[in-house]
Each structure stands twice: as C-alpha cells, then as structure tokens.
C-alpha cells in the first residue's frame, strides 16, 4: 500500500484535506454562538500539538481527556494524535473509581479536564505525571491540583507557531497507528478498553458520509457525549468531512432547551439515542392523540392515521427548527411503536446499529432506500460484512459477527478478552443475537448474554417484551428478570403522570390506583406474548434504572427480587 493511501486514512489527512477546501466555512463552537472557520480551526490544531510536543508528548503517549463537549475537545483530540499520541476520552458521567481505574491503567502523560470533573482526580493527584489543562478555563482559589487554562496554553501555543509558521516537524502517523484508547461503558460490569486506529475511525466516517448527500455548511447539533464513539465518528468526524458545522448544546439537552436551540441553529442533522425520541413521542404526541376520542379512533384506521401523524410529524421537524434532514438513532433499540410513528409521519430518521469495537458504525440506511424494514438497523455499511453465526433453523437468529476496516485491533493489554471476539482473519463476534431478512436488512434482537433460557428450553428475548411494556404512556422504563425461571418485569413509572390521575386521593388509593396499572398491564401484555414468556409479576421500582452513556440498563446490577428500589 503506497504512503499516499495510507497517509489518506488518517484522522489528520481527514482534517487537512477538509480544512484546506472549507478553509472560510464556519467549522465548529458552541451553539447561538459565533463558530470557529475551519482555517482559524486547523491553525489552533497545529499550534497546540507543536506546543504538546515542546512539553514533551511523545508518539505512543496517551493523554486523556475528561470532559464535556465543547470545540475545545475537539482541538484537543485533535491535537494529541497529530503527533501521533492515543487519545483516551473518558466519558464525563464515570463515577470518581472508574476515573481512577483508567488514569492508572493509562499511565497518561498530560490531561484534559473541566471544573465539573476535577474533584475526580483530587484523590489521585500524585498520579498523574504529567500536566493538567482546563478546557473551560477553570481556576481555583485554593489549587489542589495545579492547572494551566486552555486559553493560556493555546494563546502561548499560537504565539510560538506564529514566530515559526513553518510546518512542524510532526511524526509520521499511518493509517493502522492507534488513535484512541475507549473504555466501554457495557451493560455486562467488566469495562474493557479498546483500542481503535486512525483507519477504524476514518473508514467509519467515509463508509458513513456515503448514507446520504450532505452538503457543506449543514449545521450538526451535537448533544451526545463525545468521549463515545458514536457522537465522535458521527457527529464530529463525518461532520468535518463534509465541510459540515458543529454546533455543541452545552447543556442537558431537554425539550425546552432544544426548542430554543433549534429554532436559531437550525440543524440539519442530530444524533440521538432512543431515550430523546421516546420522550417526545410519550410527552408531545401521544397527549395530542389521547385528548381527542376522534383521533383515537382515527389512529386505528391506517389511512387516516398517517394523515395525523403526518400533520404532527411537520409539528415536530418545526420543534426541530424546521430543518432537519436527519436524526440518527442508535446507541440502544427504539421502541417499534415509536419508530411506527416517525415512519407514518415521514420524520427524516435513520436507525443505527454499532459498538464501540467496530468504530462504531456496524448498520445504517441508506436514506431513502425503500426497501428498509421498519424494526431492522437497515443494511450493513459500506465495505462492513455481516454475517449470523450459528442462526437457529427455524426463527434464522443467530450471533452477529463482522467485518471490515472499521473493526478493533484489540483490547488493551487483555490478550484473552480479544482473542474471545476477534479471529484471525479479522472477524468480530458482537455478543448481539440477530437475523437478516432476504433484502439484506439487519435486524437485532437482544444481547445472547441477556436471553432467557426457560427449563424447557424456550428462549425468551427480553428486550422485546420491554418493548412493549415502554410503549405504556405511563411507563418511563422497564426491565425483564429471570427469577427463579419465572419471568417477571419491573417497571418505573411516570409518577407525574400518576400525580395527575391520582389528584386528591389517600396514599391508600393511590398504592391501589398504581397496583391495578401494573396488574391490568400484565394480564393485556400476556394475551400477546406466548404461553412460555408470560409475565408471572410486574413489580414497580421506585427509583430509575442505572444507565451507560447511551442510556442502556446496566442489567448485571439487576436480578429477580435484588431488585427492589
């Protein structure tokens, strides 16, 4: 392979090429703010990773960043695997022992950090060998850690490049050289760090920009974490790649806070996990349809429910700012129900399927393509195979297993754990049970480690039936237990909506009104499931589930009656 290709594949021949033909574009910033071009963009990139240099980074080192999003994270990522060290994002929600666990592992070099995750490394300070900058220019009166802000260190960096605007003597990075160090935040308890190349990130974003026609100068709003690898391939790399504008929220992206976002931003792509849409559709449609008993009854006849959710899908794309061109979702399943609506409501959605091994993006669209099934992840990416290993005879589900340029070279320092998913010739078992349609649609249908195998060796998938049960407008999450080989749920309702239906009664009614919902919900649920998978208890949990990044239970926490909130 000639160095020219292999030069191509690499995150900074990706932010080279991209700032050189969009050098006057807005590039990147924070949102109802002025961006940043993409020439002022890479010239901040430059300075600071010939200022990381001088302090002494070399090719290899890892630098970590914990933080949350802001263009100064991306100068920094950027930056780091300029000289060709790993950049190790942390992902902001990591309680203080995880931090620790990576900080030690890594041995960083320098890091990243804000005033919201400082008190995390107070503990650890002696630890840390290197320097520690502040992306949000925190300082504090009392330092317990000493700190450099970031408008510091770049306007030094920036002094120094502008004395010597010659190109610095950066080493040479090729395309199989590491770029990132992810620890996943899995919902099995054993977080693994994995390791991802300039080329598994780049063939993601390539393989990604072929989805549909993107034109430069789309504003992205970008409201998921960066330090996962699903925002930092779809909503950073592909971005830049197409000469796109990354607006970043800055906030917990609530209804009221998008509302305002959108309606001066304007976006034309945001990516999202299930949770964002779901609570739309349970808070801003639904109610519109239940307060009616006409369109109620209209909804159950096909014709004229598309002509409603039609009428409100034009309502939402307005909330949106009325530009949106697409919303990706992935990250976890989305609901059938809600994806029935944005689908009936011609809503400009696409449905993702990925894991951070595989950069993420695994299946997706195209956009436009008619031939995608409502409930699939669409097709396989381009140059990404999927293919079902061991399907069952009779329901064709299987393990899903890939390959291509976008998958892992390992995990770190855990030889054991990689040659478990990842064969010799390349091949990457996703520990996620699925099918394939004749039309080369992928569909997932839980992770293997969460099946439910009956004593009569029925296998129960219980993330369909939790589908089923979030589709309740008065239920905010659910989780299916084994317990005992009974299958049993737990529920976490909506308790302002059952503030609202129970105003004015005793806490006796109220413990009978809330009964008789899990009760009546069970029996319903049990006349649409098999005899085999019948719900024998739905419990009601007092607290919410504990989540990953992407807002997926962590389901090892939970099992049968260890459960109770």
């Known amino acids: 392979m000639n160095a020219v290709v292999e030069v191509g594949m690499t995150l900074n021949y990706v932010v080279d090429s991209s700032c050189a033909k969009y050098k006057d574009l807005p590039a990147i910033g924070m949102a109802l703010e002025e961006p940043l071009t993409y020439g002022t963009f890479h010239k901040r990139i430059y300075a600071l990773a010939a200022r990381l240099q001088k302090e002494g980074i070399r090719k290899g080192d890892h630098i970590a960043i914990l933080s949350e999003n802001s263009h100064n994270w991306g100068i920094a990522y950027l930056a780091i695997v300029r000289v060709g060290a790993i950049a190790v994002p942390i992902l902001p929600d990591l309680p203080e022992s995880d931090v620790h666990h990576i900080l030690n592992e890594m041995q960083v070099k320098a890091l990243f950090i804000t005033q919201k995750q400082i008190e995390k490394i107070y503990e650890r300070q002696n630890e840390l060998s290197g320097f520690v900058v502040t992306l949000d220019d925190y300082t504090a009166d009392i330092s317990i850690v000493p700190v450099i802000t970031f408008a510091t260190f770049l306007a030094e960096a920036i002094v120094a490049f502008e004395e010597n605007p010659e190109d610095p003597a950066f080493p040479m990075v090729a395309e199989d050289d590491l770029a990132s160090i992810l620890y996943t935040s899995g919902t099995s308890g054993y977080s693994k ?93 639904l109610p519109q349809i239940e307060k009616s008993a006409a369109l109620k009854l209209m909804c159950k006849v096909g014709v004229s429910r598309k002509l409603i959710y039609r009428k409100i899908g034009k309502k939402l794309i307005g909330f949106f700012g009325g530009n949106l061109k697409l919303m990706g979702i992935g990250g976890a399943a989305l609901n059938p129900e809600v994806e029935r609506f944005l689908n009936e409501a011609n809503f400009p959605y696409l449905i993702g399927y990925g894991m951070t091994e595989a950069s993420p993006l695994i299946a997706g669209g195209p956009a436009g393509d008619s031939s995608i099934a409502i409930g699939s992840t669409g097709k396989p990416i381009s140059g990404v195979e999927v293919k079902i290993v061991h399907p069952d005879p009779e329901s064709g589900i299987g393990e899903i297993s890939v390959c291509g340029p976008n998958v892992m070279r390992g995990y770190y320092d855990d030889k054991e754990s990689t040659e478990a998913v990842l064969s010799n010739d390349g091949w990457l078992l996703t520990g996620d049970l699925g099918r394939m349609d004749k039309r080369g649609n992928l569909y997932v249908c839980g992770r293997s480690k969460n099946v439910i195998v009956l004593a009569n060796g029925e296998n129960v998938y219980p993330e369909a039936i939790e589908h089923k049960i979030n589709s309740y407008g008065w239920v905010l999450e659910s989780l299916v237990v084994d317990n005992d080989g009974k299958v049993e749920a737990w529920v976490y309702p909506d308790y302002e909506f059952i503030d609202e239906q129970t105003s004015g009664r005793s806490r006796s009614e109220r413990r009978e009104y809330k009964a008789k919902l899990l009760e009546d919900m069970r029996i319903e649920l049990n006349t649409q499931l098999p005899k085999y998978s019948h719900l024998v208890k739905v419990y009601e949990r007092r607290e919410p589930f504990i989540k990953t990044a992407t807002h997926k239970i962590k389901r090892y926490l939970y099992s049968g009656h260890a459960m109770l909130g």
């Not at 800055?250 to 305002?260: D, N, S």
């Open 193 to 285: 760090a994995v390791m991802l190349s300039h080329k598994n990130l780049t063939a993601n974003a390539y393989a990604a920009s072929d989805l549909m026609d993107i034109p430069p100068g789309s504003v992205w709003l970008s409201i998921l974490p960066m330090s996962h690898t699903y925002e930092f391939t779809c909503g950073f790399i592909l971005p830049i790649l197409c000469g796109g504008r990354i607006a970043y929220a800055g906030k917990t992206p609530t209804p009221a806070i998008l509302q305002k976002i959108c309606s001066q931003e304007k976006p034309f792509a945001i990516f999202a996990v299930p949770l964002v849409l779901e609570k739309i559709y349970k808070k801003r449609v």
